[in-house]
């Protein structure tokens, strides 16, 4: 049966992984999980920010609870019970259905429409399955994985299958992002300006939205050739400062704190960093944060292609 610590009193000690809680809510949150897996008479704790089940014959299972936590966060506490629910009831099908879903995806047609590429933060490239995945390193921080989207789940696409369907890892990727781009454009909610600049919203309903990264010529039709600040904090959210002038400055600057709170709130955490985007190529720029106090790093490229022609008024 699903326990709790053997201290009762951790439980309202929030650990660093589940910090956007306030006490009584990770109480509230620890003991719902807990409720859950008890009805379902799995044998299984809560520790560390996973529900780890225990199996009787093969390793113990780890569920990672971040996500889920996020998405109670952010929702009505009243709604807490059917979210974990809804997880649990995803996640244990999908242990107890694994190879039925593979079989499905063997079939390179019937799964053609339901290939989509997911962003997720860069240590997917050194998960532990990572070479039997089809990841590409997108920039740093910054992973892209080849998904096959059944609705209730969305499956890592093996590698293997590659051979077996006769496609290239471009084919492939170029096939997932056609997809993701089916699914429909972004909501764009333009920022108020500040001081003669504004920073962008974008969101969408799915998973992929942060994936629209990935063409993002489709939303800079009226932009100039500088290109775009973008941050990708979570998988449900893209900011944006298209380059004109000078604010680009203050523009990164109140960027880098919004991303790092929108990245800490979650859902789907990506990246706390920021990035530049132009002609269809997404690039890092560098930031550090020490002291309190935000230090802009501009690569040469950025000094000699956006800053000194602005400068020069060019």
Known sequence: MAKLSKDPKLVFRVPPWASFFIPGEYADFVQLVSSDLRRRSVTAF????????????????????LNLAQTCK?????????????????????????EGLLEKMRDFDKVRDLIKVRLHGEGYMSHPQASHLVLRKVAPGLAALLVCDFGFVNT???????????????????????NVRAEGRLTVSEGTLLGGFSIDMM?????????????????????????????????????RHIIRDMNVIEALRL???????????????????LYWWRAGEIKLFPAVLAGGVLQL??????????????????
């Open 46 to 65: 809560v520790e560390e920010g996973f529900a780890i089940l225990k199996e009787q014959a093969t390793e113990n299972q780890k569920i990672s609870l």
């Open 74 to 98: 952010a929702a009505p506490r009243s709604e807490w019970k059917t979210l974990i629910g809804n997880f649990f009831d995803s996640m244990l099908r999908i242990e107890t259905d694994a």
């Open 156 to 178: 890592s696409v093996p590698a293997s299958f590659l051979s077996e369907w006769g496609m290239s890892v471009d084919d492939l990727f170029a096939l997932a992002r056609k």
């Open 203 to 239: 969101s969408g309903r799915t998973n992929y939205t942060a994936s629209h990264a990935l063409f993002f010529e489709d939303y800079l039709a009226r932009g100039t050739g500088y290109g775009a600040i973008l941050a990708l904090p979570t998988r449900d959210a893209i900011l």
């Open 255 to 273: 960027m880098h704190m919004a991303t790092r709170d929108f990245y800490a709130q979650g859902p789907g955490s990506i990246s706390k960093e």
């Open 297 to 314: 790093m501009p690569t040469e490229e950025f000094q000699h292609d956006v800053l000194d022609p602005i400068m020069q008024g060019n």
